[in-house]
Each structure stands twice: as C-alpha cells, then as structure tokens.
C-alpha cells in the first residue's frame, strides 16, 4: 500500500508542475495581451487546486504512517531528527514547503472567484502561482540532490 501512494504521490507532482506552467503561461498571456479571465483560465487553476490537494492527503498519509515523516520523530526524537539531512527533509521540510505551495495555489485559485477586473485576477494568480511553483521546485525530493533523491516517477 505504501509503495502505490508513494507512486501515485509521485506521479502527482508531474501533473502539479504540468498544470503551474499552464497556469502560469495563461495569466501571463493575459496579463500581456489583456486577455480576459475565461472560463478555461479558471478549469486549469481548479484542476491544478485539485491536484494538489490530493496529493496532499496522498502526502499526509505518508507523512504520519510512513517511514519517513512522524514515524522518524516519534522514534529517534525531534532533535535527532533535524541534526540528520535526510530526515529533517522529509519530517520537516518538504511537508512544510509542499504546504505552503498549496495555500499559495488555493489563494491563487481563490482570485479567480473575485468580482475585480481580468487584468487584476490574471496578474494575482501569475504571482502566486509563481511562487507556489518555486517552493514546490525546491522541496521536491528531486533525483539530482543525492540526500533526499527520490526516483522521476
């Protein structure tokens, strides 16, 4: 069972990083050419809203009965746990990161509901989820960052 999330975790995040640039790319062209807010425009911040909720019940699952997250403070202690690389990233720091991503994208999403003008809801969501897509970027437990590699899918 843990092994499938783990996966399906996984292969979230693709489907995270697919759908931001798309948001992102749409708010900045509409941002740049006054394009108004469409309903199109509105069902990539949803799906993308969607995303990474899932994946963070998906993560919070592996979080607190997984190996990696709670299961780690509860038995070697909060102390041991943050002077150890590898389990401070995955006890603190990628949940902490991957949480506020998705605050970011729900207030990003949020925008698109408001009665403000287009050029305003395109430039808001352009911002947060630009940041969102930079936390999430860097408490990825990418290949390439030998601690905390995780495999591409």
């Known amino acids: 069972?843990?092994?499938?999330?783990?996966?399906?975790h996984s292969i979230l995040r693709w489907v995270i990083l697919i759908l931001s640039v798309v948001a992102i790319a749409r708010s900045f062209s509409g941002m740049?050419?006054?394009?108004?807010?469409?309903?199109a425009d509105k069902k990539v911040g949803l799906f993308l809203m969607i995303s990474a909720h899932t994946t963070l019940l998906i993560g919070l699952y592996l979080y607190f009965f997984g190996p990696w997250g709670f299961a780690n403070i509860r038995s070697l202690g909060f102390g041991e746990v943050m002077k150890n690389n590898t389990y401070?990233?995955?006890?603190?720091?990628?949940?902490?990161?991957?949480?506020?991503?998705?605050?970011?994208?729900?207030?990003g999403r949020g925008v698109s509901k408001?009665?403000?003008?287009?050029?305003?809801k395109h430039k808001r969501t352009f911002w947060f989820i630009l940041v969102a897509l930079v936390v999430i970027l860097a408490t990825i437990p990418w290949p390439f960052r030998t601690e905390v590699a995780r495999p591409w899918l």
């Open 114 to 120: 408001k009665n403000i003008p287009d050029l305003a």
């Open 1 to 8: 069972m843990y092994s499938v999330l783990l996966t399906l």
């Open 32 to 39: 740049t050419a006054g394009k108004p807010f469409s309903a």
């Open 88 to 107: 401070r990233f995955f006890a603190v720091e990628h949940i902490f990161g991957m949480l506020v991503a998705i605050v970011l994208i729900t207030i």
